[in-house]
């Protein structure tokens, strides 16, 4: 497993855009498939996008609509937000592990705390 901290959320109003930072507390994650999930109050987590150790990226297209970037070096993982909806709204997670398996959360070995995205209209 991988120590994960992201950073990066906050408030702000629909149309804004936010970059989300995913970094490793000790060690590279350049071995590892990274990936953002998100769950909004009363609701399941959910995949975001994922990028893999060759920089290949899948998205949730029924989140993202072309919103959301995800991007990577040997330390950190990012995720470009514009257009933000209030729909949104949710705590960002991001996950890593060894292995693409998925993208349900349970194919995930190591997250990190999460990061509270709120967007008002």
């Known amino acids: 497993q991988v120590h994960l901290a992201e950073s990066g959320g906050g408030l702000v109003q629909a149309g804004d855009s936010l970059r989300l930072s995913c970094k490793s507390s000790?060690?590279?994650?350049?071995?590892?498939?990274l990936a953002w999930f998100r769950q909004a109050p009363g609701k399941e987590r959910e995949f975001v996008a994922y990028?893999?150790?060759?920089?290949?990226t899948t998205y949730n297209t029924n989140i993202v609509d072309g919103r959301f970037t995800i991007s990577r070096d040997d330390r950190t993982v990012i995720l470009q937000m514009t257009s933000l909806r209030p729909e949104d709204t949710a705590i960002y997670y991001c996950?890593?592990?060894?292995?693409?398996?998925?993208?349900?959360?349970?194919?995930?070995?190591?997250w990190g705390q999460g990061t509270q995205v709120t967007v008002y209209s």
């Open positions: 996950a890593a592990d060894l292995t693409l398996y998925g993208v349900d959360p349970a194919d995930f070995g190591s």
């Open positions: 000790g060690g590279t994650l350049s071995a590892y498939v």
């Open positions: 990028i893999t150790k060759s920089g290949r």
